[in-house]
């Protein structure tokens, strides 16, 4: 997906094309839980039920649980299978496109740990 961008470009549409990219893949991935929901998918490496992902996200109420999945799966990030039987089972992966998110996702957790390198930021003093 990589493009080998040229940063130097001074064409301003292209800069535009660029600053509308990237505000719509924020409006996709803004939220306090929907990172977080990605990141755990990722760690998973297989599908997860509702109740999995809500004991793995310290915090999350369900309620905002479901709510930052329904918006997860509008947008193509996360897929969420029904199985037909009784008691129901939903499981929740991430789809191609989400997965398509892991080298930004890692770019962004290597970015955040050199700044905590450069700022003087202990590891435990943001991880709440």
């Not at 409006?27 to 306090?32: F, N």
């Not at 509702?50 to 369900?62: A, D, H, T």
């Not at 789809?95 to 590891?123: N, T, Y």
Request: charged letters at 25%.
């Amino acid at each position: 997906m990589g493009s080998g961008r040229d940063w130097f470009c001074e064409d301003p549409k292209q800069q535009l094309v660029w600053a509308a990219a990237t505000s719509e893949t924020l409006r996709v991935l803004e939220g306090k839980w929907k990172i977080v929901i990605i990141v755990q998918l990722f760690a998973a490496k297989v599908p997860l039920r509702f109740s999995e992902l809500e004991k793995r996200i310290e915090g999350v109420n369900q309620k905002m649980l479901i709510q930052q999945l329904k918006e997860l799966e509008k947008d193509g990030i996360v897929t969420r299978t029904v199985y037909p039987q009784v008691p129901p089972k939903v499981e929740y992966a991430l789809s191609e496109m989400g997965v398509a998110l892991g080298p930004s996702i890692e770019a962004l957790i290597d970015w955040a740990l050199a700044r905590r390198e450069v700022m003087g930021v202990a590891s435990a003093d943001v991880a709440g």
